[in-house]
């Protein structure tokens, strides 16, 4: 191994070197499928340091007993320097021993790569357009939002440093009805700003203050013009002014997670460009919509229902339970008809597609997953199939305070502001936060356990770790000491055991990246705090055990060039999930 090539790059490299040698053999044909192969730790660390697969997934396409396979292989991969051992195990499975020199060089390459250890090429310049958040525009971010955005930014950093090209997208629903109603909300400020006494905000309009400087915005703007004027004279006006204001409000509100997007589609102007007509059209090309009648509804009957034609896509060709209306019966487009349309255009310019939603959207999942393997057939990025699409459901988050639910002031008039809790608690805190439990999973979040400073609160427990790493570091400077690499054949198995644990954050990328799942980082960084944590414990009992060892130099810079490295990991998988490692705490 190079001093820049990690293990993870290159012992898959050993696996393929050693099928190939096989086959210039004749033990097995040429040309085996090889995708299903695969090189991870095992699960149990007693069984070795790295396994494969290799010899059980080939077998079968080979001709051979799974276990003959295993031996032969095994006899090739013993060959491979740094590899004392390689035992067969249950029905082929190859577990492999290295040794310390193996693990040393990745500490060699941890210290060389730095910032970009962990980053890998596995995407392969794909584009994945990642769509999140999409709040309607009718006011500012709330913690409805939050979890959502944060799970969204966090996987677009995961994709990229996984090697995907990836645009962040959001879709500003701006043509339904909830745009007019916004609209209606600030024409009532506006007429406030003007003097006229309002009274209560009416029910069915926005009721925040946040619409107030709006109001008087157009105000100044327009003076009186519009106080009395029929509605027909100022909604488009206002409509466009207000969602202008709340995009930039949403932007700033963002911009406190660190959240920014490449990309924001409006679905007005989709609308006006006639996209879901053209999506229309392609699919009645291709028999995928027709006019037809919808089933009534469960308990009506003949003399309450009154079918209607409509156009339908045919979503159950695709696994959905009926077909779907992408019209109304007035002509205008269903929520189903106009996001195909989006989906169609976002489509066709990149290679995949991932949606995260809300959990209250699971009921539309079907039909949209439908759609997409519909409108893009043929079109994967090797030409095969349709484009790969996933939608990420995220559950609500609920506020607690003290393990009671907590109830904050709402200055937007019915929820809890974004702002006001990165307020109280910082970026930080909210982001990995956001990231401690699968998306699906449901939350709480409680202001007095996301601050604490205990192993409970993963959030301080993985920043301790890189914080309490850098005091290490700067006081061994103030004693004369420097992390050096030069002693590292002193260090333990201990020590060892965390370099063999940070060694998994490169696979952790790419498994993370293609499965979807950035929270997977988050979890892999409390492991290895964890690990972490627990060694620098055993210090407290056993003086020799401690970093700085001020009778033995190189031991010591042995110690601190571990931790060095172990805080590069850490770093590097905070920046993924876009917090800070802080320097102290």
């Not at 006229?196 to 703007?221: K, T």
């Not at 199939?385 to 003290?402: A, D, I, N, W, Y």
């Not at 690990?531 to 020799?544: I, M, Q």
Request: with cysteine; net charge negative; glycine share 10%.
């Amino acid at each position: 191994m190079t001093e820049t090539t990690t293990l993870h790059a290159a012992f898959p490299g050993h696996v393929a070197a050693a099928l190939d040698a096989l086959e210039a053999a004749g033990t097995i044909p040429a040309g085996l499928p090889r995708g299903a192969v695969a090189v991870e730790p095992p699960r149990d660390p007693a069984h070795g340091d790295l396994a494969t697969n290799a010899a059980m997934v080939l077998a079968k396409p080979a001709g051979l007993n799974p276990r003959v396979l295993a031996d032969a292989l095994a006899a090739e991969l013993g060959k491979v320097p740094g590899v004392t051992a390689v035992e067969v195990a249950g029905p082929g499975f190859l577990n492999l021993r290295l040794t310390d020199a193996v693990w040393l060089d990745e500490l060699r390459a941890i210290a060389a790569l730095a910032g970009a250890y962990g980053r890998s090429t596995k995407g392969g310049g794909t584009t994945v357009n990642v769509e999140y958040v999409s709040a309607n525009p009718t006011g500012p971010m709330h913690m409805g939002h939050c979890r959502g955005a944060v799970v969204g930014d966090a996987l677009a950093s995961l994709l990229e440093f996984a090697g995907h090209t990836v645009i962040r997208e959001y879709y500003v629903n701006d043509a339904g009805g909830q745009v007019d109603v916004l609209a209606r909300s600030v024409h009532l400020r506006y007429r406030e700003a003007l003097g006229e006494a309002v009274g209560e905000v009416p029910e069915g309009l926005y009721p925040g203050d946040y619409l107030v400087p709006v109001g008087q915005a157009l105000a100044e703007e327009f003076g009186g013009t519009y106080a009395a004027a029929p509605e027909s004279e100022w909604l488009a006006l206002f409509r466009t002014r207000a969602v202008a204001a709340m995009l930039e409000m949403i932007k700033a509100d963002l911009a406190r997670l660190d959240i920014h997007h490449d990309l924001f589609s409006s679905e007005a102007e989709l609308q006006a460009a006639g996209k879901p007509q053209e999506a229309e059209a392609w699919l009645r090309a291709h028999d995928l919509v027709y006019d037809g009648q919808l089933e009534a509804p469960k308990g009506k009957t003949v003399e309450d229902w009154e079918p209607v034609e409509l156009p339908l896509f045919r979503s159950t060709r695709f696994g959905d339970d009926q077909d779907r209306p992408i019209r109304k019966s007035d002509g205008s487009w269903t929520y189903f008809g106009a996001d195909l349309a989006y989906h169609f255009q976002k489509a066709a310019s990149v290679d995949a597609l991932v949606d995260i939603w809300g959990a209250d959207h699971a009921g539309t999942v079907k039909r949209i997953k439908a759609a997409v393997a519909a409108l893009t057939q043929g079109h994967g990025p090797k030409g095969e199939g349709s484009k790969p699409f996933e939608v990420k459901l995220v559950q609500m988050v609920q506020l607690m305070k003290g393990g009671q639910p907590f109830k904050m002031s709402k200055r937007a008039g019915n929820f809890v502001t974004l702002a006001d809790v990165v307020d109280m608690v910082g970026k930080d805190v909210v982001r990995f936060t956001m990231l401690t439990r699968k998306p699906d999973a449901q939350m709480d979040f409680d202001f007095d356990k996301v601050v604490e400073a205990s192993k409970d609160n993963p959030v301080f427990y993985v920043q301790y770790a890189h914080a309490r790493i850098r005091s290490t570091l700067r006081k061994a400077a103030a004693e004369g000491f420097a992390p050096s690499a030069e002693g590292l054949e002193l260090l333990g198995d201990e020590e060892l055991a965390l370099v063999k644990l940070g060694a998994q954050f490169p696979r952790l990328v790419e498994a993370a990246a293609a499965a979807r799942e950035p929270h997977r980082v988050a979890f892999f960084l409390y492991d290895l705090a964890g690990a972490f944590h627990s060694y620098w414990n055993l210090g407290n009992d056993k003086p020799e055990k401690r970093f700085i060892v001020a009778q033995d130099a190189k031991l010591t810079g042995a110690r601190l060039y571990l931790a060095s490295q172990i805080g590069q990991i850490v770093k590097n998988g905070l920046a993924l999930l876009g917090v800070e490692a802080v320097e102290e705490m």
